[in-house]
């Protein structure tokens, strides 16, 4: 027996869109999304800029008439049933929402968050295309679009289920251009913790590396959002500052995600970020200019947390270790 007639796979009700722009993890993702929904059910597209490939994927999405459209990058790898525990997921929530956006661990930032998948109410993505404005030159132009819908009344909902990871197993040269552009989507981030993380982890990883000769090498220069202004291949990444060490582009990625390792909880640093931000202490401690003694004891607040956080973190990660050797 087949695997299309061992599983429910028509009756999920989805249309995949698999956004793809020569990634690494293209040809994987795919499989994936067969495995999932049928190849008959899903379409892949290479359009670029980033822009073009929105508004086409909202087209298909019509075109095919089912209820849902997911729309998938090709940088994101998808975990078991990922998609049907979505759906169910948005089959329950906000009856208005236009989008509900699964969770994926992400290399680069260190920790869980929403991004590279969406999936579409495919009844209101005609609303969306009237939108018009698909720019190419807007950093996020598929954030704009739901904006733009949330303000008509449908907003979109990040959802509970955790679809995979993002980022993972990526080509040096899509490692340098998203590294570059995380300087303007995540200055923030880059600034109290993610630059630290990256030192840490540039130690065993070499694409920790290559995301660091980016933030160096673009520090200064204007950020195109065009993909194509990067380098396209490993002799031209090979010409940039600090990046003389890299001698070929990595090989083709296995046919399975199981060699992935993904890990079991956050980075380090972005669990002490969010401590003292949930906390407000750093918000707090400026309040507390000319105000000695308050301020010494916020300050001792704030290095017991970052204890405190520190010690959450090495006992997950050692059970974690002792779950993976049982």
């Not at 090709?74 to 699964?102: M, P, S, Y």
């Not at 130690?203 to 195109?224: G, I, M, Q, S």
Request: charged share 25%.
């Amino acid at each position: 027996m087949s695997f299309l007639q061992k599983s429910p796979l028509a009756s999920l009700g989805v249309f995949v869109i698999i956004r793809s722009a020569g990634e690494r993890t293209a040809e994987l993702c795919e499989r994936i999304v067969h495995e999932q929904v049928g190849a008959a059910h899903a379409t892949t597209i290479r359009e670029v800029p980033f822009a073009t490939a929105l508004r086409k994927g909202y087209e298909l999405g019509l075109a095919a008439g089912r209820p849902w459209t997911y729309c998938l990058d090709a940088d994101v790898l998808l975990r078991d049933n990922a998609i049907a525990k979505l759906i169910a997921e948005a089959e329950t929530g906000d009856r208005a929402a236009f989008c509900f956006e699964g969770r994926v661990f992400d290399k680069l930032l260190g920790h869980e968050r929403f991004c590279g998948n969406h999936l579409y109410r495919t009844s209101l993505l005609g609303n969306a295309l009237s939108h018009g404005h698909f720019d190419a030159r807007a950093l996020r132009p598929e954030r704009a679009v739901k904006d733009w819908m949330a303000g008509k009344g449908h907003p979109t909902v990040i959802a509970n289920t955790n679809v995979g990871m993002h980022d993972f197993e990526q080509a040096y040269v899509d490692l340098y251009r998203k590294a570059s552009l995380h300087r303007l989507k995540f200055a923030e981030h880059l600034t109290v913790y993610a630059k630290d993380y990256w030192f840490r982890a540039a130690a065993d990883d070499p694409d920790f590396r290559v995301a660091l000769a980016a933030l160096a090498n673009t520090e200064t220069a204007p950020l195109p959002t065009d993909r194509r202004s990067y380098p396209q291949t490993i002799a031209t990444l090979r010409q940039q500052p600090d990046l003389a060490w890299l001698t070929d582009e990595k090989l083709p990625i296995a046919a399975s995600t199981a060699r992935i390792q993904v890990p079991a909880s956050p980075a380090n640093e972005y669990t002490r970020w969010r401590t003292i931000q949930r906390l407000g202490l750093d918000h707090r401690l400026e309040r507390m200019r000319g105000k000695p003694f308050q301020r010494m004891f916020l300050e001792v607040a704030k290095t017991i947390a970052l204890v405190a956080a520190r010690f959450d973190s090495a006992r997950e990660k050692r059970m974690s270790d002792r779950t993976s050797h049982d």
